[in-house]
């Protein structure tokens, strides 16, 4: 394997081998906790633009199967392990990492001590990186790194760009794509919930002319701020129907409804982030992929209540508006990868979709 350097925007750099696609690239570097579910995350979107580094240090035990795909073409910038699996075992295995990263060319590192760098990303915050060869000296590629920007578009590079719809026979639900997972559409055609998926850019006059029993706003990657389109139809869409967020999602409900958002020091990434229900008290073992969080103090309490936070860091997890048939959390219930904890919030959804029905029949 060729000797390639990942280097950070402070300076800090690590030395490893380079697998998958052999290119050169820049994100932002972050890491998730999880010790499975290592597919499933490298083709979540909201891992667009970002150098995903794995804390456990062994990746790719399972190979790569049909089933765990997120999304058909990840936008993961590059997937960085302590050690890489070249011999997977498990009968559901179609290929291993190396063979998969290659085939979306997406490069891979390895030989590096994951968990050093998780410590400098905790103490120094997510951060730009590159991955390259090692021909050049640190300086010419501090200094290129140093020149690069990141992208802002993040979420029109993942969206969909045409409705498409998932069938069933049962309720109408609108699904906003943000960067969604497949496993949401799942959760939803399990309940018998008949889905259009629509772009990310759709007004809300679009979306009510579907005349839908609910509308789900998605994951998906970046600045919620970068969406102002989305607050303005998120506004006018609440009046009218119920509304479930998820992550993205849930910072576009309360952007819209006049809280702020900020960038975390090195977010959520993991499958083991603990979240209280704060009327019930009820702790739930959550999966989470997130760089933004809801401000606390932003809240305005007469429109939105906070219904969940984090055990760890106390941020906002969850939001009930007062006035309007709406909901939200920051983590991803649809579980894939993660715990199930929190799969009955799809359950919440399927019962206030009908009791807003019944309450708006004569309407």
């Known amino acids: 394997m060729k000797k390639r350097l990942l280097v950070l925007e402070d300076g800090t750099v690590f030395k490893g081998y380079g697998f998958g696609s052999p290119r050169e690239t820049i994100g932002e570097v972050v890491f998730n906790t999880g010790m499975t579910g290592y597919q499933e995350s490298i083709t979540d979107q909201s891992y667009n633009g970002q150098l995903l580094t794995f804390t456990f240090p062994l990746i790719g ?4 199967n049909r089933d765990d795909y997120e999304s058909i073409f990840p936008t993961t910038r590059a997937v960085i392990v ?10 559901r295995s179609q290929m291993n990492l190396d063979e998969f990263l290659k085939e979306k060319d997406i490069p891979g590192l390895t030989g590096v001590d994951t968990r050093r760098l998780t410590r400098v990303i905790r103490e120094h915050g997510a951060m730009k990186a590159i991955l390259t060869d090692d021909t050049r000296s640190i300086e010419d590629i501090t ?4 020149q690069a920007k990141l992208p802002v578009n993040q979420v029109e590079q993942v969206s969909t760009t045409r409705p498409y719809v998932s069938p069933q026979n049962g309720r109408k639900v609108v699904v906003v794509d943000y960067g969604l997972k497949h496993s949401i559409l799942h959760e939803l055609n399990k309940r018998e919930c008949h889905v259009t998926v629509l772009p990310h850019d759709t007004k809300a006059e679009t979306i009510l002319n579907l005349k839908p029993d609910g509308v789900m706003l998605t994951n998906g990657p970046g600045d919620p701020k970068d969406l102002p389109q989305a607050h303005e139809m998120v506004r006018e869409l609440q009046k009218h129907v119920p509304i479930f ?7 576009l409900i309360a952007l819209a409804n006049g809280a702020e958002t900020y960038k975390m020091t090195f ?10 229900e704060i009327a019930t008290g009820k702790i739930d073992f959550t999966s989470q992929n997130h760089g933004y969080a809801v401000s606390d103090e932003s809240v305005n309490k007469e429109e939105l209540m906070i219904t969940h936070v984090e055990i760890n860091d106390g941020t906002v997890e969850g939001l009930r508006h007062r006035h309007h048939p709406v909901f939200s959390v920051q983590y991803h219930p ?3 990868p993660g715990p199930h904890d929190g799969a009955g919030l799809f359950d919440q959804f399927i019962e206030l979709m009908d009791a807003w029905k019944v309450e708006n029949k004569d309407a």
């Open 143 to 146: 200094y290129q790194l140093s």
């Open 82 to 91: 302590k050690e890489f699996a070249r011999r997977p075992s498990n009968w």
């Open 267 to 276: 977010g959520h990434r993991g499958f083991n982030h603990p979240v209280r």
């Open 245 to 251: 967020g998820i992550c993205l999602g849930h910072q």
């Open 334 to 336: 649809d579980a894939a």
């Open 61 to 64: 035990n399972a190979g790569i």
